[in-house]
């Protein structure tokens, strides 16, 4: 079974210097018929003006993944983490039991594009943490890529959650598949481009929940196309 979230179909929220759309319920978007997907709790894609960006704030008990598109996001957090996040680096937060921080764009003339996304953990009270690894385009070069695990497996960055997230740069023709045994879904994210997944046509901002599928088979119908696959319990 396969559902198909279009872009157009998100929520939105704009405040002059964010502009950010809502896969699922967050903030003052809320419908109960989008309330995540199994672990996956939050895709947003937002756009911040050069300059701007979300003053400091607290997260408990969350998985919190920033995947950079363009431009550069700044985070400062207080258990003394300071970065700035760029395309091709996967960056994690571990809320746990407490963490502040703020993310703003590192640019004073040129935005930032990214994808904040938060996974449920599987366990509550852990010591917050970062994690912050960069991942090559070569590396995803027509494959998926596996950025993220429980377990950290092939250099991939740290979940506290039974999940794996892979990312793919595809061309025009490129095909990747990925197997689903009974028990697991998938989200399957279209961060840009244009795809066939399973028979269906998928573009940029579209999201798909596949449940009892034997496997997902990705075809690129762009140059330039980029996906994410959250492989979740």
Known sequence: MISV????????????????????????????????FGALRVINEDRVSPGQG??????????????????ALEHKDSIGTGSV??????QIM????GIRHSEFNHSKTEPVHFLQIWVVPD??????????????DADKRGRLRLVGSSDGRDGSV?????????AALLNTGD?????????????????????AMNGLELHTGDGAAVEDEPALTVTAKLDGTEILVFDLP
């Open 5 to 36: 979230r279009h872009a157009s179909e998100r929520g939105t929220a704009n405040f002059g210097w964010l502009d950010s759309r809502h896969t699922f319920s967050f903030g003052d978007y809320h419908d109960p018929e989008q309330m995540g």
């Open 54 to 71: 979300f003053g400091t704030h607290g997260h408990r008990d969350m998985e919190i993944i920033s995947y950079v598109l363009e431009g």
């Open 94 to 97: 571990s809320a746990g039991t």
């Open 123 to 136: 366990r509550q009270g852990i010591a917050p943490r970062y994690e912050q690894k960069t991942f090559p």
């Open 175 to 195: 095909h990747v598949t990925h197997a689903l045994p009974h028990e697991r879904k998938a989200w399957l994210q279209v961060v840009r481009g244009t795809v």
């Open 158 to 166: 740290v979940i506290h959650q039974d999940a794996k997230i892979f």
């Open 85 to 90: 996040i760029r395309p091709g680096d996967v």
